[in-house]
């Protein structure tokens, strides 16, 4: 499975952006999607992942963030009322049936205060 994440970029605090990640390979076996994000210093954290149609989402980005997919093949990021605290590279995720996880190259999203 390879993934392509596209859509980062600077924008001001309070603004919206919208992440994309299309995928290509064998997505017959991808029982997960999802978003990571890893800000300098920190540990990458799943922000935001798709399993069977149900959306999850970490806290700090609840009711901020809408995940969504386009059949098996593309997935997004919708990112609104954006944050500081957001500024990280977001990747794209997919988890096989067989337990395999798949990351993309990474996005940087910069949110200005």
């Known amino acids: 499975v390879q993934l392509q994440a596209s859509g980062g970029g600077l924008v001001q605090a309070g603004s919206s952006l919208s992440l994309s990640c299309a995928t290509s390979?064998?997505?017959?076996?991808?029982?997960?999607m999802g978003w990571y994000r890893q800000a300098p210093g920190k540990e990458r954290e799943l922000v935001a992942s798709?399993?069977?149609?149900?959306p999850k989402y970490v806290d700090s980005v609840e009711g901020r963030f809408t995940i969504s997919k386009d059949g098996d093949r593309n997935l997004y990021l919708q990112m609104n009322s954006l944050k500081p605290e957001d500024t990280s590279v977001y990747f794209c995720?997919?988890?096989?049936?067989?337990?395999?996880?798949?990351w993309g190259q990474g996005t940087l999203v910069t949110v200005s205060s």
């Open positions: 390979g064998s997505v017959f076996a991808v029982i997960a």
């Open positions: 995720w997919a988890k096989l049936v067989t337990g395999t996880e798949y």
């Open positions: 798709i399993t069977r149609g149900s």
